[in-house]
């Protein structure tokens, strides 16, 4: 998607606007599941075919820009707060929560402790999540600036909590 007149005059700026950092987080969420299904489809071939072969270490790329891209996705959530957290039925993994500008995202806690986050509610659900075709999504050039803006500690967010 070509990048708005808008969002490049808030690059300028240096201002990043709630529905901006939305789609941007959306943005690499989105390209990060495209990747971890590329990386799911590899493993179920290689199920089905043990002799067949990654000769082109496309497994390992696919990895990489996944993590890229969840790197991203953990750098803009960092301009949020959790609202709760979901506990994933079948698997028993822990995710904090995050809602802005009708997008909500999910983020896994690593070492999940009761003690250390009593304050959120935990809510037991199942959820799965999907890529998306990447025309739709706004440019990871934006999203890199945006990032920019953020390592910088030079720029204006305004976001009221519940918005």
Same mark, same amino acid.
């Given at each position: 998607?070509?990048?708005?007149?808008?969002?490049?005059?808030?690059?300028?700026?240096?201002?990043?606007?709630?529905?901006?950092?939305?789609?941007?987080?959306?943005?690499?969420?989105?390209?990060? +599941?495209?990747?971890?299904?590329?990386? =799911?489809?590899?493993? @179920? /071939?290689?199920?089905?075919?043990? !002799?067949?072969?990654?000769?082109?270490?496309?497994?390992?790329?696919?990895?990489?820009?996944?993590?890229?891209?969840?790197?991203?996705?953990?750098?803009?959530?960092?301009?949020?707060?959790?609202?709760?957290?979901?506990? +994933?039925?079948?698997?028993?993994?822990? =995710?904090?929560?995050? @809602? /802005?500008?009708?997008?909500?995202? !999910?983020?896994?806690?690593?070492?999940?402790?009761?003690?250390?986050?009593?304050?959120?509610?935990?809510?037991?659900?199942?959820?799965?999540?999907?890529?998306?075709?990447?025309?739709?999504?706004?440019?990871?050039?934006?999203?890199?600036?945006?990032?920019?803006?953020?390592?910088?500690?030079?720029?204006?967010?305004?976001?009221?909590?519940?918005?």
């Amino acid at each position: 998607m070509k990048t708005s007149n808008e969002y490049n005059e808030n690059i300028k700026n240096r201002i990043i606007t709630p529905i901006m950092l939305a789609e941007c987080i959306y943005s690499v969420n989105k390209r990060a +599941k495209n990747y971890r299904d590329k990386i =799911f489809e590899f493993d @179920s /071939i290689k199920r089905n075919n043990p !002799h067949w072969t990654d000769k082109f270490g496309n497994v390992e790329n696919w990895a990489a820009k996944m993590d890229e891209y969840y790197y991203m996705k953990e750098k803009m959530l960092s301009l949020l707060k959790p609202e709760f957290i979901h506990r +994933k039925i079948k698997t028993g993994e822990y =995710f904090f929560c995050y @809602s /802005i500008c009708n997008y909500s995202f !999910h983020s896994p806690i690593g070492d999940y402790s009761e003690d250390m986050y009593e304050k959120y509610e935990v809510i037991d659900v199942n959820f799965s999540t999907e890529g998306k075709e990447v025309k739709s999504l706004v440019s990871v050039q934006l999203v890199k600036k945006v990032i920019d803006l953020i390592n910088s500690n030079d720029y204006t967010f305004e976001y009221a909590e519940n918005a």
